[in-house]
């Protein structure tokens, strides 16, 4: 049976609200993660989902708990070894493409992998490879203000992919788009996820597409049904 490539265990997040008001957004999470399988994070708004997915990407630490990669627990790391997980091991997409506008969808493509010391040659390779994944070869060279929505959201799943992580984490990643295009957007995901094996995980506030996923938790008052 397939390990977990990523596992929260008993995960606790509180905030402050005020002197003295603690607000419990997350009460003890539990949830493992494998290769291969896209899961459906299913949330009403102000639930903690977002904050599930900054804590399982190593972007904010919770209250108590433990996360493993891998088998490896590491949320007690140092911020420097913890920036240096994020970076190989873990994607990215977030409801905002946030491509930079003075790049090409290729250069787009290439600046993480150039920022993790790949040489410029093999950069470009892959960002090509990743291109022609989700049938954007032909858009390579265009600016994202040439590309439509679904372009757009395409270019940032692949540049989630650029450093080849174990993990793609995704909040809301159709949220922008409309009903066709989130179709598309979405099967470019699926494909890229069976195809390399990777882990994913997906908020989303469409109950469609979250049963075309693998498998659809829900966080309910802070737990994982």
């Not at 977990?4 to 957004?25: D, H, M, R, W």
């Not at 899961?39 to 989902?49: E, I, N, Q, R, T």
């Not at 957007?185 to 990777?198: P, Q, R």
């Amino acid at each position: 049976m397939n390990k977990p490539v990523l596992e929260l265990a008993s995960i606790k997040k509180s905030f402050s609200k005020g002197s003295s008001n603690k607000i419990e957004v997350l009460k003890g999470i539990d949830l493992q993660l494998f290769p291969g399988e896209i899961v459906a994070l299913v949330a009403p708004s102000g639930a903690g989902k977002s904050t599930l997915l900054q804590i399982a990407g190593l972007l904010d630490k919770p209250l108590s708990g433990k996360i493993f990669i891998d088998g490896q627990e590491i949320q007690n790391k140092s911020d420097n070894q913890l920036t240096m997980i994020r970076r190989r091991e873990i994607g990215f997409v977030y409801q905002f493409h946030h491509l930079l506008p003075e790049f090409s969808s290729r250069e787009n493509i290439d600046l993480p992998q150039l920022a993790n010391g790949l040489p410029s040659k093999d950069a470009q390779r892959r960002s090509n490879e990743l291109l022609d994944l989700v049938n954007l070869a032909n858009r390579s060279n265009h600016r994202p203000a040439e590309l439509s929505g679904g372009e757009q959201q395409r270019i940032a799943i692949c540049r989630a992919l650029a450093n080849k992580p174990k993990i793609i984490l995704a909040d809301e990643p159709t949220g922008n788009l409309d009903q066709n295009t989130t179709l598309s957007v979405f099967e470019s995901l699926l494909k890229i996820v069976k195809k390399t094996n990777l882990a994913a995980l997906i908020a989303t506030h469409n109950l469609d597409l979250a049963r075309r996923m693998d498998r659809v938790v829900e966080l309910i008052d802070g737990k994982i049904s």
